[in-house]
């Protein structure tokens, strides 16, 4: 799973070849910490297959809000350096992640 920084989003996710899977979180954020080992495991299981990342919106907030992102977790797939579909707070369930993977496979 890459670590996205603010310096490296545009490349590694608006600019990528494929589709992209980014999970934005915060060190704050208890659900997300949760959900990072779920996470983590679909990385392994699919990752041969989409791209998976993952930035901390502590240290990219502009970032964040210039992808609409105003509260967390959010988990969502980019194709073609465009958002195409996320998940946002009570929605990111582990049958929801991996059922948006899926989709994207």
């Known amino acids: 799973m890459l670590d996205l920084t603010k310096d490296n989003f545009e490349q590694e996710v608006l600019q990528a070849d494929g589709t992209v899977f980014v999970d934005f ?12 080992p779920f996470v983590e495991k679909m990385a392994e299981q699919y990752g041969a297959s989409l791209k998976f990342t993952s930035i901390n919106t502590t240290k990219a907030r502009r970032l964040a ?9 959010v988990m969502a797939i980019y194709k073609g350096g465009e958002k195409v579909e996320e998940l946002v ?3 990111c369930t582990h049958e929801n992640i991996e059922n948006m ?3 994207y496979l």
């Open 25 to 36: 979180y915060s060190d704050g954020c208890v659900p997300c910490q949760a959900l990072a």
């Open 65 to 73: 809000i210039g992808q609409k992102v105003l509260g967390l977790p």
């Open 89 to 91: 707070k009570e929605d």
């Open 101 to 103: 993977i899926k989709r």
